[in-house]
């Protein structure tokens, strides 16, 4: 089992910055892939960014984020990052931490992210 907890959401202004993070517990050296998905009011949710557990550490980036969000880890404090910049109003959604192994996927609870124009 992996416990995931995220943590950074927010209200702010359309061009500031957050940083959300999501801090795993449990069987975290199961993981092999965590990302950042996130969902508005009345659509569906969907993938934002992910980044492989292995020594290369792949990012993966919605097409919509691409240049604004990153996505890091720190493999010793087992929690991964999401540094969103430049917000705009339609990045405002529930973003949920995701992780993956061979047996399942994990999610957190989720954290609102607002941005107003």
């Known amino acids: 089992q992996v416990q995931l907890e995220e943590s950074g959401g927010g209200l702010v202004q359309a061009g500031e910055s957050l940083r959300l993070s999501c801090a795993a517990s449990?069987?975290?050296?199961?993981?092999?892939?965590m990302g950042w998905y996130r969902q508005a009011p009345g659509k569906q949710r969907e993938l934002v960014a992910s980044?492989?557990?292995?020594?290369?550490?792949?990012?993966n980036y919605a097409d919509s984020v691409k240049g604004r969000f990153t996505i890091s880890r720190d493999n010793a404090k087992n929690t991964v990052y999401l540094h969103l910049n430049s917000l705009k109003p339609e990045d405002t959604a529930v973003y949920y931490c995701n992780g993956v192994t061979v047996s399942g996927t994990y999610w957190g609870q989720g954290t609102q992210v607002t941005v107003s124009s």
């Open positions: 449990g069987r975290t050296f199961s993981l092999n892939r």
């Open positions: 980044i492989m557990m292995s020594s290369l550490g792949m990012t």
